[in-house]
């Protein structure tokens, strides 16, 4: 026997009307919310980018036409990122980045965890024919030297300034660069791969011989990259890629300030003489300048990059504890000294200087305590 | 929390201070010059009653054992600064406080120097590539970057051999003496050593770093000796 249903009553109809209109309404709301704070962060991000196009890997259409001086850094592996976006550093968390940023640095609050990029844990690297030419870059990375020698002409690893194998936020990690390429660059001007980007570093941070295209230390390198890089969004800048740019000093960085600085945060490991120190075959702590340091056409020898480096890392394990003033004083300091020489020598200071070096950043080329900078370059 | 920070700013002043004074203090004790034979005997003989020879606890060759640590290997700036806190109370011990107290600054520049210049214990020995399994070597290779730990590697040398004047071999240390340090940091009853490093890098180790890293490096200095025995 078949139960009747009743039909709902009027009252009882308006009341369901209403609870799904409630629902629909609520819904919208909830739609519309998560639309309008989707394009704020957009919107954010896209400001953040406009305001560093000059030096940004993250918009080529923005820096080809930006005045950017040809020894700006290059984008990505040594660019700035905009200084709204403070890094999160992977595998920090948002109270650990906290304690360590400088406050005058880091004016925007922490990015939101949708930006965090962590790099795959370092045991994640997979077994196989692929997961052991990652581990081979990764020893590349870690010790250019002993596993690349033919390429490498002084006595630095890529790790000197990509902190903890090239996973580092705020040191220029891999996993910000790998991304960014293939970027037109002002200081080759044209579009450079990944693979070229890394030859620049072997030119000019190692002061050595590219590693022809192909080559196995080339392939290991860009698999180490490209593993690193899992989950990070092809093209968009992110957050502790390159170097925090830092603000501009108060008062113009001053050498003389900037020898005082080394002697009492830097020299303990980096030497009086800046020449590092070493054990045996092992050069523990690397030279920032000389022979057997990075050369004329470095990102690193540009004082605003160096100072970025400095301020977020140096001390190691103290990044962070250096004022700004005192990091731009130390970064003039260390780059008014001479090293080897530009691989793009015209065989003139001068005229090299006005061709691939003109900008404030660069002090080759300029006289500093008498000395023209460059014309002794080793 | 209020008071943490108080406490906190108070310990930096203070160790700044501390730091700035035997800093000032070493660059001029040790420009006075260090008299060899002074050092030796002080090491070898000690000043009776008071001074103890070093050699009695830290090997005739100031090679170190398992409950003292190596003097050979370290720098002259690193033993002198050690000698001196030990002298001020900055670093406490019991047994070494009253014998840096009854050396005076020549003899603590001395008899650091004496030891400096002794053969290292340890030689730098080919490591494997550390994998994060292995807790001890990956932090010695690596660090804990996450924690803003630098590989152990990175100031102390490859395989932990130390990098003479300022950092101190730490490949040949027991984890009892290297735990014990890393609490005296903690706990401020150590200097903080050159701008801090050290104890900045100890309120991250917890005992499972320190005795995995003590086992590495025990079993990496110990390799090239079974090596050698082997046919």
Same mark, same amino acid.
């Given at each position: 026997m078949k139960t009747p249903v009743a039909p709902p009553s009027r009252a009882e109809e308006r009341r369901q009307t209403r609870v799904l209109l409630t629902i629909v309404?609520?819904?919208?709301?909830?739609?519309?919310?998560?639309?309008?704070?989707?394009?704020?962060?957009?919107?954010?991000?896209?400001?953040?980018?406009?305001?560093?196009?000059?030096?940004?890997?993250?918009?080529?259409?923005a820096r080809s036409h930006a005045p950017v001086p040809d020894t700006a850094p290059e984008p990505a592996i040594a660019s700035e990122k905009a200084p709204t976006a403070k890094a999160p550093t992977p595998g920090l968390s948002k109270v650990q980045v906290a304690q360590t940023g400088d406050a005058a640095t880091n004016p925007a609050p922490p990015?939101?965890?949708?930006?965090?990029?962590? #790099?795959?844990?370092?045991?994640?690297?997979? +077994? %196989?024919?692929?997961?052991?030419?990652?581990r081979r870059g990764e020893q590349i990375f870690l010790n250019t030297r002993v596993?690349?020698?033919?390429?490498?002409?002084?006595?630095?690893?890529?790790?000197?300034?990509?902190?903890?194998?090239?996973?580092?936020?705020d040191s220029a990690p891999m996993w910000g660069a790998w991304p960014m390429y293939p970027a037109y660059r002002s200081k080759t001007k044209h579009v450079d791969t990944f693979a070229e980007r890394l030859r620049g570093c072997f030119t000019y941070s190692m002061n050595g011989t590219p590693p022809p295209f192909g080559d196995d230390v080339l392939v290991a390198l860009e698999a180490y990259s490209y593993w690193m890089s899992k989950g990070a #969004?092809?093209?968009?800048?992110?957050?502790? +890629? %390159?170097?925090?740019?830092?603000?501009?000093?108060?008062?113009?960085?001053d050498g003389a300030r900037g020898q005082a600085v080394f002697q009492a945060h830097c020299a303990l490991c980096h030497g009086a003489d800046g020449q590092g120190q070493r054990v045996g075959d092992t050069q523990v702590f690397p030279p920032l300048w000389g022979p057997q340091s990075y050369n004329w056409g470095a990102g690193m020898h540009n004082v605003d990059t160096a100072a970025a480096f400095i301020q977020a890392n140096m001390p190691l394990g103290k990044g962070g504890s250096l004022g700004v003033q005192?990091?731009?004083?130390?970064?003039?300091?260390?780059n008014s000294h001479e090293r080897p020489q530009d691989p793009r020598?015209?065989?003139?200071?001068?005229?090299t200087r006005e061709k691939f070096h003109n900008s404030k950043q660069s002090l080759y080329g300029l006289r500093v305590n008498g000395q023209l900078l460059g014309s002794k370059a080793h | 929390m209020l008071t943490f920070s108080f406490h906190s700013l108070h310990n930096a002043l203070r160790c700044s201070g501390v730091a700035a004074f035997?800093?000032?203090l070493s660059v001029a004790a040790l420009a006075q010059g260090a008299n060899n034979a002074v050092g030796e005997r002080?090491?070898?003989?000690?000043?009776?009653?008071?001074?103890?020879?070093?050699?009695?606890?830290?090997?005739?060759?100031?090679?170190?054992?398992?409950g003292f640590p190596p003097l050979a290997g370290s720098g002259k700036a690193y033993l002198f600064a050690q000698l001196e806190a030990f002298a001020s109370g900055a670093r406490k011990h019991a047994v070494m406080g009253p014998i840096a107290q009854a050396l005076d600054t020549a003899q603590r520049t001395s008899v650091a120097a004496w030891f400096a210049a002794l053969p290292a214990p340890l030689t730098q020995t080919k490591e494997a590539p550390a994998t994060p399994s292995d807790r001890g070597a990956w932090l010695a290779a690596r660090g804990r970057w996450q924690d803003g730990v630098p590989a152990c590697a990175q100031c102390h040398g490859p395989g932990g051999v130390g990098v003479p004047p300022n950092f101190p071999p730490i490949g040949g240390l027991s984890a009892a003496y290297m735990q014990a340090q890393v609490e005296a940091w903690q706990a401020g009853t150590r200097p903080p050593g050159p701008l801090g490093l050290m104890e900045s890098v100890a309120k991250h180790l917890n005992a499972d770093d320190i005795s995995a890293v003590a086992a590495y490096y025990a079993k990496l200095h110990a390799a090239p000796a079974t090596a050698k025995a082997q046919p």
């Open positions: 309404v609520v819904a919208i709301g909830l739609a519309v919310a998560t639309l309008a704070g989707f394009n704020l962060r957009s919107h954010t991000l896209f400001n953040s980018n406009s305001t560093v196009e000059k030096t940004s890997g993250g918009v080529v259409k990015p939101t965890a949708a930006e965090l990029v962590v #790099p795959p844990a370092s045991d994640a690297i997979p +077994a %196989g024919p692929f997961g052991e030419v990652v596993n690349a020698p033919a390429f490498v002409g002084n006595s630095l690893n890529c790790v000197n300034c990509h902190l903890d194998a090239g996973r580092k936020a #969004p092809a093209g968009k800048g992110l957050p502790g +890629a %390159g170097f925090a740019k830092l603000p501009e000093p108060e008062k113009e960085a005192d990091s731009w004083d130390v970064a003039r300091f260390i020598f015209t065989g003139d200071v001068t005229e | 035997g800093l000032s002080i090491a070898r003989e000690g000043l009776p009653p008071r001074v103890a020879a070093c050699i009695g606890c830290h090997g005739a060759g100031g090679e170190g054992s398992a």
